[in-house]
T-cell receptor, first 114, second 118 residues
């Protein structure tokens, strides 16, 4: 499977600031996904990062709050903008790989907003 | 719409014993994929095992096996010879057909917290 590097691994941020999370894959992939996991909850898809076009956002998520970049086939960033304590979550990037396009995840970013 | 149900919020197992984590699903798609992931306290999501809806045999990966009962729409994870390092949250997930517009995205269950006792 691909090696998926995600950083930062964790951060503590102040309300009203923004944090950009990076996801680097060691091979080219057509799709990258960003998920959010709120405390004690399951994973929810935020958006699909498409290379060369705007990201596709799921219901309840908007570009102004979670802008995404995908400059090439190995890299993507997710920004959490104007943060509030409700944004405290684990954020994970994921890519489909191999036969049956199994979904593999980065190591995650644990975000705490004070 | 797809739905994944994990009815066991927490499970305990003695070290070296086997444990079954339950997962049921609901979908109208004839073709789909089922996944299990392990999430330790560090937060990463570790892929464990995959089962395709048309696969004839139950999937196995080392100590992990998937008890797939299509008619009952269940995909239970069996962990044999439990180890202390197996203590983690386990998520069942389902994916729609590759051909669909929302392919490769996963719908997750609520998870089961497994604790292995020494």
């Amino acid at each position: 499977s691909a090696v998926i590097s995600q950083k930062p691994s964790r951060d503590i941020c102040q309300r009203g600031t923004s944090l950009t999370i990076q996801c680097q894959v060691d091979s080219q992939v057509t799709m990258m996904f960003w998920y959010r996991q709120q405390p004690g909850q399951s994973l929810t898809l935020i958006a699909t990062a498409n290379q060369g076009s705007e990201a596709t956002y799921e219901s309840g998520f908007v570009i102004d709050k979670f802008p995404i970049s995908r400059p090439n086939l190995t890299f993507s960033t997710l920004t959490v903008s104007n943060m509030s304590p409700e944004d405290s979550s684990i954020y994970l990037c994921s890519v489909p790989q191999g036969p049956n396009e199994k979904l593999f995840f980065g190591s995650g970013t644990q975000l705490s907003v004070l | 719409a797809q739905k994944i149900t994990q009815t066991q919020p927490g499970m305990f197992v003695q070290e070296k014993e086997a444990v079954t984590l339950d997962c049921t699903y609901d979908t109208s798609d004839p073709s789909y994929g089922l996944f299990w992931y392990k999430q330790p306290s560090s937060g990463e999501m570790i892929f464990l095992i995959y089962q395709g809806s048309y696969d004839q045999q139950n999937a196995t990966e080392g100590r992990y096996s998937l008890n797939f009962q299509k008619a009952r729409k269940s995909a239970n994870l069996v962990i044999s010879a439990s180890q202390l390092g197996d203590s983690a949250m386990y998520f069942c997930a389902m994916r729609r057909p590759i051909s669909s517009g929302s392919a490769r995205q996963l719908t997750f269950g609520s998870g089961t917290q497994l604790t292995v006792l020494p």
